[in-house]
């Protein structure tokens, strides 16, 4: 039930994410309840280790997260402790209990956002995710309000910080990537096992989420085609830079022209030096879309940290506190489920690949004909001389159909003058 007079808030987790809100909450008091019309106030955290040291009384803790989102005390419940479990079963018992959910988990809303969404709804509850996507940067929101008139026809994010960060310092400062790893997990932007930012994990879900909402179902991970980072080098961000690209680790996803279908990816991609995105460094994030009606637009900020991840989650807690004054029966927007998602082998764009072969004549000819023959148009090269009677070549193709274009080098690859397919990587215009 909502108390007018100020909203009552429990926080599961007081992580990075947990202690960046309760601090908005309390230093921007004042702004706060200008815009809510009463105050917000966090009665209890949930936190998991009662031993770690707190820069907060002991009284705000307890380890029993159950009991406050059963709290008939509290009216909202920030989730900030991520991961599948125990957040869902919390959210659930959350929702059933009839308290409104802020939520900063990427993976949950990725893979459950249409039950609980709908859940919500049906409850006549708020659930909100901004910061579960983009950190700072507002994405959600707009997509479901101000441009919801709009089909979608693309969108493509820099959505991982901590990939962004590392590729900066392979490029910048000519970083391996294992250095720049190295780097990223002194800096504090990843963890000791990686996987989740580097290859692709973080970004599959936020793509999945701001697709979900764009195109109105939810869509089946598995049906994502996901690569990380792990496999850019130097040598191809040398070469991309020759031929004018940036190397950005990006979900994209876009309209395939089919009822409810869309393509839906994550990978390395080439990207024009002079696009917004090719421009987007360090730990930032960015969104980068096409409306038929808005035309193309940028969104870009810090993706990830206390602050700026809090601020989206209080921006979020504000909404619901302003729905709450006017007896509002919730603003959750439900989206459905069973998206088609066409498979990445008919996908049609140009393509980047680096071979070491023999330098000898004919060699490149020989090349090209296999390539020819498959419809796979070559459209620019760089080619150097390597020791040992070898060189590098490397080719940017026109666009052509991606199964096409990997049956095509599958061949080349066995060409007696070709010694190693050494790397490929899609590439956006
Ligand atoms: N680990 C994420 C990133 C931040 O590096 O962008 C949280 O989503």
């Given at each position: 039930m909502a108390n007018c007079e100020r909203i009552r808030v429990g926080i599961l987790g007081f992580g990075t994410v947990g202690e960046g809100t309760y601090r908005m909450i309390c230093d921007n008091e004042e702004e706060i309840v200008q815009k809510v019309g009463c105050p917000i106030e966090v009665r209890r955290i949930g936190i998991r280790d009662p031993k770690k040291e707190r820069s907060l009384p002991g009284e705000f803790f307890t380890t029993d997260l159950e009991d406050i989102v059963s709290d008939p005390e509290i009216d909202v419940v920030i989730e900030v402790i991520g991961g599948e479990e125990p957040a869902l079963s919390l959210i659930d018992l959350a929702l059933d209990k009839g308290k409104h959910v802020v939520t900063a988990n990427k993976e949950l809303i990725a893979k459950h956002g249409s039950r609980l969404v709908t859940k919500a709804r049906k409850l006549g509850l708020d659930l909100h995710f901004?910061?579960?996507?983009?950190?700072?940067?507002?994405?959600v929101q707009p997509l479901k309000h101000q441009l919801a008139g709009n089909d979608i026809v693309k969108m493509m994010g820099v959505l991982n910080g901590t990939s962004n960060f590392i590729l900066t310092k392979m490029w910048d400062e000519e970083q391996t990537f294992d250095e720049a790893l190295a780097g990223a997990q002194k800096a504090g932007y990843a963890e000791a096992d990686p996987t989740n930012d580097v290859d692709g994990f973080d970004t599959m879900y936020k793509i999945a989420i701001l697709a979900a909402i764009a195109f109105g179902k939810q869509i089946p991970l598995d049906l994502i085609h996901r690569e990380g980072i792990r496999k850019v080098t130097q040598k191809d961000m040398h070469y991309a830079e020759v031929l004018g690209y940036r190397i950005k680790l990006l979900g994209i996803v876009e309209e395939t022209g089919a009822d409810d279908e869309i393509l839906i990816r994550v990978h390395p991609t080439l990207v024009p030096?002079?696009?917004?995105?090719?421009?987007?460094?360090?730990a930032y994030n960015a969104l980068w879309l096409h409306g038929d009606f808005v035309g193309d637009l940028m969104f870009s900020g810090k993706g990830a940290g206390s602050f700026p991840t809090a601020s989206a989650v209080v921006g979020d807690l504000i909404d619901v506190g302003r729905n709450m004054m006017i007896g509002g029966s919730g603003s959750a927007i439900p989206y459905g489920e069973g998206m088609k998602c066409r498979p990445i082998g008919k996908l049609e764009t140009r393509y980047y690949m680096r071979l070491v072969v023999a330098?000898?004549?004919?060699t490149l000819g020989r090349i090209a004909t296999v390539f020819g023959e498959a419809g796979v148009g070559l459209a620019a090269m760089e080619m150097r001389t390597l020791e040992n009677d070898l060189g590098e070549i490397v080719f940017l193709t026109h666009k052509c159909v991606e199964s096409s274009f990997t049956s095509s080098l599958e061949d080349v690859r066995l060409l007696d003058v070709v010694e190693s397919v050494e790397s490929w990587f899609r590439v956006e215009d």
């Open positions: 901004e910061a579960a996507v983009g950190g700072g940067i507002p994405i030096e002079d696009h917004q995105v090719a421009k987007v460094e360090d330098d000898k004549p004919n």
